[in-house]
């Protein structure tokens, strides 16, 4: 499988962003099990929100209700819209699955949210 991300840039604090990962290749995993991950420059990457085949999402603490994970099963796309975003939210955004045991990362998409 393949992901590629697009749909960051440059957003006011209180603003909203929408990201895409698109898959491409082999999507059974993808449509298992997709991920969304950050990182900030300095920090660990981090898990930010996950969604299940049957679309049931989990959040990390800090973007809970601010951010939603969703699925497209016929665009093979898995998005993750942000509102309310805060500088902190500031890093690169990976999607990411698994095949056969491995992970799967996308090149990232990078969103920077300014004062």
Do not use: H
């Not at 590629?4 to 698109?22: I, P, R, W």
């Not at 049931?56 to 819209?81: C, E, G, W």
């Amino acid at each position: 499988v393949r992901l590629v991300e697009s749909g960051g840039g440059l957003a006011q604090a209180g603003g909203s962003l929408t990201l895409s990962c698109v898959a491409s290749g082999d999507t059974f995993m993808f449509n298992t099990l997709t991920r969304w991950f950050r990182q900030a420059p300095g920090k660990e990457r981090e898990l930010v929100a996950d969604i299940s085949g049957r679309g049931d999402a989990n959040y990390a603490d800090s973007v809970k209700s601010r951010f939603t994970i969703s699925r497209d099963y016929a665009k093979s796309t898995v998005y993750l819209k942000m509102n309310s975003l805060r500088p902190e939210d500031t890093a690169v955004y990976y999607c990411a699955t698994e095949e056969y045991g491995v992970d799967i990362w996308g090149q990232g998409t990078q969103v920077t949210v300014s004062t």
